[in-house]
């Protein structure tokens, strides 16, 4: 059996270049260090190399440390996560006696609107003014999902929770997770840093790739978050003190927290249906290979990290990276196999091969009561579903369907009862989706899109989004292309639209950053019965049903 440390070193030597960002990893198996790598620079500017005392951004790592701050605020008696938000948070409307609640924020089952989402569609990449965020998802008169109903990852809610830990504590969010969390542990190079504009001693830069028309050009760019993100994302670490993080979290005996506190971070959230997903509260627990994983994962513009335990083995995995173009899951996947490769079992997830529905491939099918989309690819050999605009993932298959599950989605399952469908050249006309445990009509879309050119006159014109605080213009350009320019207070999105069909389209960003990082999302038209456009609906994978009512026709 070959060496599983020479194994993990050839795994990063890709990334082992003097010429572009890099990444840190580090593994330790019951407290003994058997691996603690950098790899790539730290300043690009500089050309200063990573080291493993190099600090960078953990991402949505952060997220789960958040929650514990609500639950140690809980054991203090000063909340009750059952709480609905607007009791900590009045300025936020209530719009239903379901809540969000803060268990829902924290596993993300709340079904507000973010505010980094919101903020992005109206101003692009401009930077959201310092205590913005609020206001942003204050502003929202309806929901994403009932709460309860649907899990949807939501950056928004963790800044809500951040906010209430901040009121109720009297400090700010850093001070209450460094007093109660950090300093217990000696965790002494962990912080939140509240944005990429702030200097800190020993930080990596983000790095993001330059982009052209044409794909990257092999430069680089900084990687500045234009939102808020205290709560959601904003904490900074090393391997080293992530990785006592770890020890401490798998351990029986906690320093932070009680039993019955870690309990419920750990415990899977089931939906208003009964289905049952392994996401906690900012964690992630479900069995892998046979044997129990407790993980998530981060990512921000030009960095990404990877956490996770393998408790049984007593192993735990760190991976920092500031623009490396790796994949952090899959590579602490890879370690796993290489380390525990004797005490794994084998279990194939079944995957459908394209080439057992050829039929589909290509095809769109729409609900029209709800707005969702879904389209049929190819991921490689296999049969990919695109889901909201999102690039194609490869499903998974068994009796009577095909699926994806949370951990191909992080959200809840997305089924299709494909009985009868298999190898076709006709694809079927309607197709039954299971989204949440609730089941939807699809239609499919005719493989011919309507003509932009007959199209334009019925779309383009001025449209008014009050949730969103911002304006849409649809205008036909000259190369034969709808474009849409949604304008806000400090900045302004244009994109392109794609017609799928006199219903929907797909809605593409001009800016090649903001494509690049998959926002390639669905506009719902809305007609009266004489066929008039009265609105548009913008949906994605993370924003549901935002509404833009029509004010002006261009056409006269």
């Excluded at 010429?19 to 691996?35: E, K, N, T, Y």
């Excluded at 803060?102 to 089952?109: E, G, I, P, S």
């Excluded at 609020?134 to 009932?146: C, H, I, K, P, S």
């Excluded at 993100?229 to 080293?240: A, I, R």
Aim: with cysteine; hydrophobic share 40%.
């Amino acid at each position: 059996m070959s060496d599983p440390i020479q194994a993990i070193d050839a795994l990063l030597q890709p990334f082992n270049r003097s010429d572009a960002p890099g990444l840190m990893l580090g593994i330790r198996q019951h407290g003994r260090s058997l691996v603690r790598r950098a790899v790539g620079l730290a300043s690009l500017e500089l050309g200063v190399a990573n080291t493993p005392r190099t600090r960078m951004r953990i991402a949505s790592t952060s997220k789960h440390f958040t929650a514990l701050a609500i639950m140690l605020l809980a054991e203090d008696g000063k909340l009750g996560i059952d709480d609905p938000i607007q009791r900590h948070l009045p300025e936020l409307p209530a719009l239903s006696p379901k809540g969000p609640t803060l268990r829902q924020l924290m596993n993300h089952t709340g079904g507000w609107r973010g505010h980094d989402e919101l903020w992005t569609l109206a101003h692009g990449m401009a930077q959201q003014p310092t205590g913005m965020s609020l206001g942003v998802m204050a502003r929202q008169r309806t929901f994403n999902a009932e709460p309860g109903t649907r899990m949807l990852y939501s950056n928004g809610g963790y800044r809500m929770l951040a906010m209430t830990i901040e009121r109720l504590s009297g400090l700010s969010f850093a001070e209450f997770l460094r007093m109660r969390i950090f300093a217990p542990l000696g965790m002494l190079d962990t912080e939140s840093v509240a944005s990429d504009l702030d200097v800190r001693p020993g930080m990596a830069t983000l790095y993001v790739p330059e982009l052209s028309p044409a794909g990257p050009t092999g430069g680089w760019r900084r990687g500045v978050y234009p939102c808020e993100f205290e709560g959601s994302g904003s904490l900074v670490s090393t391997l080293d003190d992530m990785l006592v993080w770890l020890a401490h979290m798998r351990s029986e005996r906690k320093t932070v927290g009680s039993a019955a506190t870690w309990e419920q971070i750990l415990a899977p959230t089931t939906l208003a249906s009964g289905e049952v997903l392994p996401y906690g509260f900012g964690l992630v627990r479900h069995a892998y290979r046979g044997i129990e994983v407790i993980h998530h994962n981060g990512a921000v513009l030009g960095g990404s990290s990877q956490m996770i335990t393998v408790p049984a083995h007593g192993l735990d995995i760190m991976i920092l990276a500031n623009g490396a173009p790796v994949a952090p899951a899959q590579l602490a996947f890879k370690c796993i196999d290489a380390l525990l490769d004797d005490a794994l079992q084998e279990s194939p997830v079944p995957r459908a091969a394209a080439s057992a529905y050829g039929g589909l491939v290509g095809q769109r099918y729409h609900a029209p009561g709800t707005g969702k989309l879904v389209a049929f690819g190819q991921a490689g050999d296999r049969l990919g579903l695109s889901w909201m605009g999102g690039p194609p993932l490869p499903l998974r298959e068994r009796s009577g369907g095909l699926f994806l599950d949370f951990l191909d989605v992080a959200q809840n399952s997305i089924a299709i009862d494909f009985e009868g469908v298999g190898v076709t050249t006709t694809p079927p006309p309607t197709l039954t989706l299971r989204e949440g445990g609730e089941l939807q009509l699809l239609q499919r879309l005719p493989e011919t899109p309507p003509d932009t050119a007959v199209l334009a006159p019925q779309l383009c014109g001025h449209y008014r989004s009050d949730e969103l605080d911002a304006d849409a213009q649809i205008e036909y350009g000259v190369d034969g292309q709808l474009l849409m320019t949604l304008q806000g207070r400090y900045g302004r999105l244009i994109a392109r639209l794609n017609p799928f069909s006199d219903t929907v389209m797909g809605i593409t960003p001009t800016d090649l950053l903001i494509a690049a990082l998959g926002a390639s999302n669905i506009v719902n038209i809305e007609r009266n019965a004489s066929g008039a456009v009265t609105g548009l609906r913008y949906d994605s994978a993370r924003t549901r049903g935002l509404r833009f009512v029509r004010k002006q026709s261009n056409v006269q």
